[in-house]
Structure formats: C-alpha cells, structure tokens
C-alpha cells in the first residue's frame, strides 16, 4: 500500500507503469487458491492500486472490496471492472484509517502494502486489520524480502520483523520466499509469502 510521503496520484498517472502494476493476477494469490486453502468469502484486497487482484478474486466468486491511497488507482480499477463486467466495490483509503468497509473480511489480501509502512505505523496497521476481520479469517501478505534489497526495488522487511508484527494475533502458517513478479526491472525482485490465520 502506497506511503503517505509520496504522491502516489502522479506515480500513476506517470506514463511509466509502476513496476509492480503488471496487469496480471498474482501467482502467489492463484496458488494460494489453487491449494485449498481459501475458497470463496467476503474478502479485502489491502493496496489494490489498479485492481487487478480485486477483479481476479471477484471472477473466482469472492465478494472483494479493493482499497487504495490513490484516488487515480482507484479510478482505474473502477473503470477495470465496468469494461470486464465485473462487480466490485473500491474505496480510496489509507490502511492506517480505514473507513466503515462493511465487514468482518474472511480473507485479506495484501500484495506490497505491509512493507510501505514505517515500522512506528505496525501496530496501527495490525489493529486496523484486525478491526475488519474476526477470529480464524486468513491474511495473505506479499512483501520485499530483507536478504536481497534492491535499489530501485520495494521495501523490504525480515522474516523476524513479520513474526514480532502478527504472531500476537495471526497463527503463522508458513512463510515462503519468492520472485516478485514486476515490470520495468532487469530482476525480479525477491519477496516473502506469509499465510496467516487471525488468533
């Protein structure tokens, strides 16, 4: 999820796409679902910038709401679904404040907003997803990988840094590294996949 110090209208509506508005679902996210592990719910895609994710969890029968710091994303993704005939609902928000969403959330989905935060804004951030969700929801999150930071590259935290931040409230599944999948990069950058289940 976009950080508040930056202007992330103009980062897209920059004619160079940002490097992790790739136009296809995540790998991640379709081998989660692939896996059993979460089937159709109400869920919260956490920073869905265009909605990409939003649209794909929606056409495999969840019922998503996608939230966005950046109003120009949030537009986009409107106008994503009007054109596939998608149904979902998008609010323009930050994750540190999030508005009445109409919850509790089954499943929440966070591809790179989690990393974006000042480590001071952690426990907010958990409090918030908490408040949206209920106990034995699942939380999927997607980040930078703090073994191999890249410069430009996202954010990056340490598999010790994720478990002081959720393992109070989420029962840790697993965590997993991977390959970020980017676009305007020479390397995709490596990223760590956590799966979580609220306390």
Request: neutral net charge.
């Given at each position: 999820m976009?950080?508040?110090?930056?202007?992330?209208?103009?980062?897209?509506?920059?004619?160079?796409t940002p490097p992790w508005d790739t136009g296809r679902p995540s790998v991640q996210l379709q081998r989660l679902l692939d896996s059993?592990?979460?089937?159709?719910?109400?869920?919260l895609d956490l920073g869905?910038?265009?909605?990409?994710n939003t649209l794909f969890l929606t056409q495999q029968g969840f019922d998503v709401t996608g939230v966005d710091l950046s109003e120009v994303a949030i537009q986009r993704a409107r106008e994503k679904a009007r054109a596939?005939?998608?149904?979902?609902?998008?609010?323009?928000?930050?994750?540190?404040?999030?508005?009445?969403?109409?919850?509790?959330?089954?499943?929440?989905?966070?591809?790179g907003c989690f990393h974006m935060l000042a480590k001071e804004e952690r426990g907010v951030f958990v409090a918030q997803v908490l408040g949206v969700t209920r106990p034995g929801s699942v939380y999927f999150l997607l980040c930078g990988n703090a073994k191999e930071p890249q410069d430009p590259g996202p954010p990056?935290?340490?598999e010790e840094e994720i478990r002081a931040t959720f393992s109070h409230d989420f029962e840790i599944e697993w965590i997993r590294e991977f390959r970020l999948q980017v676009v305007n990069r020479p390397k995709p950058p490596l990223g760590y996949a956590t799966l979580m289940r609220r306390r």
């Amino acid at each position: 999820m976009p950080a508040p110090d930056r202007d992330w209208d103009q980062i897209y509506r920059d004619p160079e796409t940002p490097p992790w508005d790739t136009g296809r679902p995540s790998v991640q996210l379709q081998r989660l679902l692939d896996s059993g592990a979460v089937k159709p719910c109400r869920a919260l895609d956490l920073g869905c910038g265009t909605g990409t994710n939003t649209l794909f969890l929606t056409q495999q029968g969840f019922d998503v709401t996608g939230v966005d710091l950046s109003e120009v994303a949030i537009q986009r993704a409107r106008e994503k679904a009007r054109a596939a005939g998608v149904k979902a609902n998008f609010v323009c928000a930050s994750v540190t404040a999030l508005p009445g969403l109409g919850g509790p959330f089954d499943f929440v989905f966070d591809r790179g907003c989690f990393h974006m935060l000042a480590k001071e804004e952690r426990g907010v951030f958990v409090a918030q997803v908490l408040g949206v969700t209920r106990p034995g929801s699942v939380y999927f999150l997607l980040c930078g990988n703090a073994k191999e930071p890249q410069d430009p590259g996202p954010p990056t935290v340490s598999e010790e840094e994720i478990r002081a931040t959720f393992s109070h409230d989420f029962e840790i599944e697993w965590i997993r590294e991977f390959r970020l999948q980017v676009v305007n990069r020479p390397k995709p950058p490596l990223g760590y996949a956590t799966l979580m289940r609220r306390r």
